[in-house]
């Protein structure tokens, strides 16, 4: 139902799983282990997946330990990788140009965190005419309580409450869990 012609093609997309980003991050172990199944299912259906890894004066500085992706996930040679400095990873990158060159009009979206990269791209990717679907159990967010966030845990499940019925003329959000997603 994307708004963007000839573009009938879906994607996964990866967003900043990188050591400084997931360390300690709400159920890290099994958010990886659920990025690791779509990526698996993906690649058997020959589906464009696409990474994004963040760097920023402040928090994550490129080429440093924080700043790669986590060990558990695996980037094939073939697999674009896109490099973002804001939270929307359409902002300032090639991101749009590698999945138009793929004919993608639907996102899969998986990553952290959960209230910053992962919202922020996926009200991008609807404003610029994408489906996004984000898959609930595979994204995640560190505790940030401590500044007056809600647990990371009920971050993570309002974001899920809220874009599974998200919606916009002629394209959609939506939510599925990870043995839910097709990319058909």
Not at 26 to 55: G, Y
Not at 114 to 143: N, P, Q, S
Request: charged content about 25%.
């Amino acid at each position: 139902m994307t708004t963007l012609p000839d573009r009938p093609h879906t994607a996964l997309l990866v967003i900043d799983v990188q050591n400084g980003t997931v360390n300690g991050a709400h159920n890290r172990d099994s958010v990886i282990a659920n990025i690791n199944a779509l990526l698996d299912k993906a690649r058997a259906e020959n589906v464009p997946v696409v990474w994004v890894q963040h760097s920023d004066g402040e928090h994550l500085h490129r080429d440093t330990e924080a700043w790669q992706i986590v060990a558990e996930l695996v980037r094939q040679e073939s697999e674009p990788l896109v490099h973002k400095g804001y939270s929307d990873a359409f902002e300032d990158t090639d991101l749009e140009q590698r999945l138009a060159e793929r004919g993608v009009g639907r996102l899969v979206v998986t990553g952290a965190q959960t209230d910053t990269c992962i919202r922020a791209t996926l009200h991008g990717a609807l404003v610029r005419g994408y489906d996004a679907t984000l898959v609930g159990d595979a994204h995640t967010t560190e505790d940030l309580t401590e500044w007056g966030a809600p647990a990371p845990a009920l971050v993570i499940a309002h974001t899920n409450l809220y874009w599974a019925d998200e919606r916009a003329p002629g394209r959609r959000g939506g939510t599925a869990a990870t043995k839910e997603v097709t990319f058909g």
